[in-house]
Nanobody, 124 residues
Framework: QVQLVESGGGLVQTGDSLRLSCRPS????????MGWFRQAPGKEREFVAS????????FYADSVKGRFTISRDNAKIIVSLQMSNLKPEDTAVYYC?????????????????WGQGTQVTVSS
């Protein structure tokens, strides 16, 4: 069983930057593909970014490409999402997700473990 705990959300202004972190429990983090998803009020959960368990493939939603960067540090057992040039439409609850030896898919159903979410609000 893997538990994921997100942190780093908050209220920022348009154009600001924010860094989200996700700390998985357990010592097998290096074998987990990690992803970030978000869900705005009244909308379905959507893919944001993912990195495969090897750390050599990353994927981004078109809406965040060039602004968001996913990274992982297996030694520190942490995965991060650096968000820059934030826009009001980025406002959502952001979730960290994990899948053992996963393909870094953008499909939420491909992930087995989820964090509780952290709120990101971008004011205009």
């Amino acid at each position: 069983q893997v538990q994921l705990v997100e942190s780093g959300g908050g209220l920022v202004q348009t154009g600001d930057s924010l860094r989200l972190s996700c700390r998985p429990s357990g010592r097998t983090f290096s074998s987990y593909t990690m992803g970030w998803f978000r869900q705005a009020p009244g909308k379905e959960r959507e893919f944001v970014a993912s990195m495969d368990w090897r750390g050599d493939r990353t994927f981004y939603a078109d809406s965040v490409k060039g602004r968001f960067t996913i990274s992982r540090d297996n030694a520190k057992i942490i995965v991060s999402l650096q968000m820059s040039n934030l826009k009001p439409e980025d406002t959502a609850v952001y979730y960290c997700a994990g899948s053992k030896y996963g393909s870094a898919s953008g499909n939420p159903g491909s992930y087995d473990y989820w964090g509780q979410g952290t709120q990101v609000t971008v004011s205009s």
